[in-house]
């Protein structure tokens, strides 16, 4: 069987987000099997990738202007794109590429190049819109057939990203995201919740909710004011939003309900401290910050589109918010907090599924989707 030596891995976006962290935590897992990686990136994230990864033995970072898909250049992208992808495949040789998509369109120029040079590639979907983006996918010339796999972290994800790139059901399969599982500490959960009250000047009492994620309309951030004004005046409690958006956070600013510390570098910590999570996400893949509030047994408060991922197994795990209007929103998380006793069996259900969906799983079977494809 011919081993996996060398892995040629693609970033085509141009952020730090979800789909990029569960990427370098893939990069670890087959550096540390000794795999020779190529990570390529933007350059302006080439900083901040090797801030976050270290020294791996066998990891290159690779600088490729124009692999980042740009919608503003609809057509022109995918041609820099492919362009960028081939002219890594020239001076890396891999046996096999990772390609992860923080959207379809986003992999169509990448996959061109990788098919092109017939370089097995597997590609990961991670958030795909209801219609699959196929209208954008076919005006791109379509999804290119090459050797590889295509795979997405949910089953609804890999249903809408199969009608997006023409493909059968079956041809996407699915690999559930995973995070690690800590162990109940309950001392540094005593000492975490003090110190981020401390940290916002809060009483070491004060009910405390957490938002993590971009502060976009794609993740509820534009709810976040009213949701934040109703649970101060009716429950106490202050929303801490921990994320970036240039377009959002403007008009997110209203003291005291609503905190907003920018990006951090310690969400798991925020999520032990708080007394909920506040997912009001209109669309979402299999979001880490459930998995990560799941692992620490914090209660989530959380849209049905945030835990799609969850199918009909969501309101076991979580209180469920309504969307479907400003009313009916503020209601159902005023309900929804305080946890009440209900939720403690939501807390551990959804224990129980990140602990036996937990990151080593993940890997495992990511690190045996790659090995297959140079078998």
Request: charged share 20%; proline share 10%.
């Amino acid at each position: 069987m011919t081993e996996l030596r060398s892995l040629l891995v693609l970033l085509p976006g141009h952020g730090i987000g979800g789909a990029e962290l569960h990427t370098l935590e893939i990069v670890r897992a087959a550096a540390a099997l000794g795999v020779q990686v190529a990570l390529a990136a933007e350059p302006a994230f080439i900083e901040p990738l090797s801030r976050r990864l270290g020294r791996l033995p066998g990891l290159a970072l690779h600088p490729a202007p124009g692999l980042g898909w740009s919608p503003e250049r609809f057509h022109e992208s995918p041609v820099d794109q492919a362009r960028a992808t081939a002219a890594l495949i020239d001076v890396t040789f891999p046996d096999a590429a990772l390609l992860p998509l923080p959207w379809p369109t986003a992999g169509i120029g990448p996959r061109r190049a990788l098919a092109a040079a017939e370089v097995p590639s597997l590609l990961v979907g991670h958030l795909v819109p209801l219609d699959g983006d196929a209208n954008a996918v076919r005006a791109l010339g379509g999804f290119a057939a090459g050797p590889g796999r295509v795979v997405a972290v949910s089953a609804p994800t890999a249903r809408r990203l199969a009608l997006g790139y023409g493909l059968a059901p079956g041809q996407v399969g699915v690999v559930p995201n995973g995070v690690v599982v800590p162990p109940a500490d309950p001392a540094a959960r005593a000492d975490t919740r003090l110190a981020k009250r401390r940290w916002l000047h809060l009483a070491p009492d004060a009910p405390m909710l957490v938002f993590a994620g971009r502060l976009d309309r794609q993740k509820g951030a534009d709810l976040l004011p009213a949701l934040a004004l109703a649970l101060w005046q009716r429950r106490g409690a202050t929303v801490v939003a921990l994320g970036e958006g240039e377009m959002l956070k403007p008009l997110l600013r209203l003291g005291e309900p609503l905190r907003l510390p920018g990006q951090v570098a310690d969400v798991p910590d925020w999520l032990l401290a708080a007394d909920a999570l506040l997912m009001p996400s209109r669309l979402e893949g299999c979001p880490l910050t459930f998995l990560e509030a799941a692992a620490r047994r914090c209660p989530v408060l959380a849209s049905p589109a945030a835990l799609e991922f969850l199918e009909d197994r969501a309101g076991e795990m979580a209180a469920l918010l309504d969307l479907d209007d400003p009313a009916g929103l503020v209601a159902s998380a005023c309900d929804g907090f305080p946890p009440g006793p209900h939720s403690a069996a939501q807390v551990a259900a959804a224990w129980r599924h990140a602990a036996g969906h937990d990151q080593a799983a993940m890997l495992r079977r990511y690190l045996g989707l790659l090995r297959g494809l140079v078998a």
